[in-house]
């Protein structure tokens, strides 16, 4: 009796792994698309929805424009986006569903941590993705088919350090110690900061906030003028490098400041009493001619002005576009590894440069990151 | 040097908040939690005050105003119907109060941060530094409370009765005095402390936002129980301590990212050596 318990109990599990092995290998998700599927995952709502919806209006208009123009040899694009309110748990779960409903090739993650896990997941289906605005280093490390558009945080610390030692000599940093996007771009800032030969507490000073005290710079302010500091270099978000302004026009301490992406948006939270001149590393200058089209036309459909993250997000989803043509893809029913071992080989093999609403001349590297010159804009008032 | 009058600066505030808490807790014998969302309220308050007429002065009487008559209906809603109810049901009562503001406001104003500008005085250059005009502001009218409510508690009838009901309650009702009339006054004095307390927080720091009361509220109760809860003078070293202390080290670079934690350690320090605080009374537990 115990025997033939133990062979039925056996021949149950075999079957299991039978069901399992063809449940895992066998099906083909994308065999019914009609369309290509461009996938992602975002914050739609919550607190940082503001940049979900963005890159979701950004890409959605990328996609009207595919489809009004024809597509991709008759065939149209649609695009899904699911809400994982910038968790990671719920960007890997909302990867795995777009995954199941065909999606073929995806412009990740908006937000870095959410965008780490989703990586993780597509790095195991092989699928390709191009996040428009994750900048942490890990989420292009995971898989050779991850990309992004905008600048990774150590770019942009990169870029930071070599634009204020040409115009200053002593820089005064704050930066938030808790905060991983604030950290990479300082590190990368001091590291090439050595790397230019400078050092630190002569030519430039450093003082280091939480995100438990992150309203006061009273000390950080008053530290860095007593050090006669000419230039504010704020490598973190508008909120809190608004707070720093308005702390430094009290103390009467008007130097120039400097920032990178996280400084877009900061014009609404600045009153008359600052006077400081104020400007940040951008890939999107909303105010420029050349992305006139582009702005006209989000205006009329949402309207709103776009920000850095929806053309971003328009910029994604026209790479993949662009890549696409490059490699004349024309089986809609494409496996979304068959596409990045397509598409791969496009983007990162030198000839294939895309102009965009955020660069031109964008470029990849087989690591995944984006390749472009960097723009500087300055904070316009009235 | 900068870095003490920083520190004496949001000391002050913290003092402010935390005289709320300990007067509450004296009289009342309950911990309200909702302390620091009074101060959210007032900085709304000044925020919106601001926004239709811009002057400093009304903003902070309209402020006071709001804030005074929601502690004392607060009290009267939430709170009144509980006395002598368990201490935990007082508290849990206190946390669904404290939630229950943040959320009408976040419904109200979003749950964005706005920026705020209560007049910008520049700065002054004293003896080499500069200080900002707006924190000898902060100081200076700190002062000016915490001498006036020290004066209002042992120099007037009303005072002296809440001195009595915190003594104890029962003898003092006993004696005439009206304890609910005493806790209701506790409340709206503590409320307009807090209202204070929120328009020089705007002063320092210049933004509202809905959890805005959250940190400087829970800070402020670690003041009052390093001062000894229950003790008036103790908040007020209590808050002034852990103003300079935060603010020390948040100058030194080594030890800002841990400013935080050496705060809270100081906490536990304190309760370790002493339970009842630097200014407590130890009081004999009754068998």
Known sequence: ??????????????????????????????????????????????????????????????????????????????????????????????????????????????????????????????????????????????????????????QQGTIAANTLVEDYSKIGVIYDTSDPYSAGLYEAFEAQMTELGKVKDTDYFVYTFTKETNKDFSTQVSELKAKECDVLFLPFYYTEAALVCKKAAQLDFNVPVFGCDGLDGIKDQLDDTVTAVISYITPFDVTSADVKDFVDAFQKKYGEAPNQFAADGYDAVMIIYEAMKAANVNDVTISAADLADLLRPVLTGGTFKYDGLTGDGMTWTTAGSCEKAPKVVVVERD | MNTLINGLCLGGIYALIALGYTMVYGIAK?????????????????????????????????????????????????????????????????????????????????????????????????????????????????????????????????????????????????????????????????????ACASVFYLMQIPAVSPTLGAMPGIKAFTAAVIGGIGSIPGA??????????????SSIPVLAPYTTAIEFGLLVLILMVRPTGLMGKTRREKV
């Open chain 1, 1 to 154: 009796m115990k025997k033939t318990m133990k062979l039925v109990c056996f021949a149950l599990a075999m079957v299991l792994c039978l069901l399992c092995a063809t449940a895992c290998g066998d099906t083909n998700y994308t065999a019914n698309n009609e369309t290509y599927v461009i996938g992602a995952t975002g914050p739609l709502t919550g607190d940082t929805s503001v940049y979900g919806v963005a890159v979701q209006r950004g890409a959605s208009l990328a996609i009207d424009e595919i489809n009004a123009a024809g597509g991709l040899n008759g065939v149209l694009f649609s695009f899904e986006m699911v809400d994982d309110m910038a968790a990671a748990d719920k960007a890997a779960t909302g990867y795995t569903s777009l995954f199941e409903k065909g999606m073929q090739a995806s412009i990740g993650s908006v937000t870095s941590g959410s965008c780490a896990s989703f990586a993780a997941e597509a790095a195991n289906d092989g699928v390709l993705f191009m996040t428009p605005s994750a900048s942490a280093e890990n989420v292009i490390g995971v898989s050779e088919n991850a990309f992004r558009v905008c600048f990774g945080d150590a």
């Open chain 2, 30 to 194: 309950m911990l309200n939690f909702a302390h620091g969302d009074i101060i959210m309220v007032g900085a709304y308050a000044v925020f919106t005050t601001l926004s239709i007429m811009d002057h400093p002065i009304p903003a902070v009487i309209v402020a006071v105003i709001i804030c005074t008559v929601l502690g004392i209906v607060t009290e009267r809603v939430a709170y009144r119907p509980l006395r002598g109810a368990s201490p935990l049901a007082v508290l849990i009562t206190a946390i669904g109060v404290s939630y229950l503001l943040q959320s009408v406001s976040q419904l109200i104003y979003g749950a964005g941060t706005r920026p705020v500008t209560i007049g910008n005085w520049g700065s002054l250059e004293v003896m080499g530094i500069s200080i900002s005009i707006s924190s000898l502001l902060t100081l200076g009218l700190c002062i000016v409370i915490m001498v006036g409510l020290t004066l209002f508690i042992n120099k007037t009838k009303a005072g002296t009765a809440m001195l009595a009901v915190s003594e104890d309650r029962a003898a003092a009702s006993l004696m005439g005095i009206n304890v609910n009339g005493i806790i209701t006054l506790t409340f709206a004095i503590g409320s307009a402390l807090a």
């Open chain 2, 236 to 249: 007020m070293v209590g808050g002034i301590l852990l103003g300079i202390i935060e603010k020390v080290c």
